[in-house]
């Protein structure tokens, strides 16, 4: 599943960037909440604690890794100039 993740982020963005898959899974999209409860896995349910947003918890991870990505690319951005 890590390298999975991993390799989504390479072909997304050209560069490796390391994300750790659990936090990614955890962290709400909306709010930035990150709570181990707010992923319920028997279910595959992602809900927030803190605003009640509610996904798929894959669907939660893959936004987040773009969401990272896109941070990483503007930071190293900000760095070159
Ligand atoms: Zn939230």
Redesign the pocket.
């Known amino acids: 599943m890590k390298q999975k993740l991993i390799y989504k982020a390479v072909r997304h963005h050209d560069k490796v960037i390391k994300v750790n898959p659990a936090y990614t899974s955890q962290c ?6 990150t709570e181990k409860a ?1 992923r319920n896995k028997k279910i595959y349910l992602f809900c ?6 509610k996904s798929n918890d894959d669907r939660i991870g893959e936004m987040n890794l773009y969401r990272i990505g896109i941070d990483y690319l503007v930071s190293d951005t900000v760095t070159a100039e």
């Open positions: 709400c999209p909306m709010c930035g909440h707010n927030c604690k803190n605003c009640g947003y």
